[in-house]
Nanobody, 128 residues
Framework: QVQLVESGGGLVQPGGSLRLSCAAS????????IGWFRQTPGKEREGVSC????????EYADFVRGRFTISRDNVKNTVYLQMNSLKPEDTAVYYC?????????????????????WGQGTQVSVSS
């Protein structure tokens, strides 16, 4: 049984940092690329970042580039999202998902149907 579990969310002040983790069981994360998405009420889920199966390539949405860093530890079967310089508009539920490809394709942020397994999400709240 494949399971993805996100953790590391919480309440942080603007300018603060959080590190999210996406741990997998029943599945080897190093066999596919992994994406991070986020969603707020009433909005569509949007792509935040993607990392290739080896970790050698990464992609970021413009609204997080330079502030967020995606990485993976294939030994621990975990993908991370380091979030720095957080803003109130980063408040959302963050999800990780397994991409059906090895690399982050051109549509990595919009092709949600290309993601096979999703975690349950972790809440990130940025507020003073």
């Amino acid at each position: 049984q494949v399971q993805l579990v996100e953790s590391g969310g919480g309440l942080v002040q603007p300018g603060g940092s959080l590190r999210l983790s996406c741990a997998a069981s029943g599945f080897r994360l190093n066999s596919v690329a992994i994406g991070w998405f986020r969603q707020t009420p009433g909005k569509e889920r949007e792509g935040v970042s993607c990392i290739t199966y080896t970790g050698g390539g990464t992609e970021y949405a413009d609204f997080v580039r330079g502030r967020f860093t995606i990485s993976r530890d294939n030994v621990k079967n975990t993908v991370y999202l380091q979030m720095n310089s957080l803003k109130p508009e980063d408040t959302a539920v963050y999800y990780c998902a397994t991409y059906r490809y090895l690399l982050c394709g051109r549509d990595w942020s919009t092709g949600k149907s290309d993601y096979t397994y999703w975690g349950q999400g972790t809440q990130v709240s940025v507020s003073s």
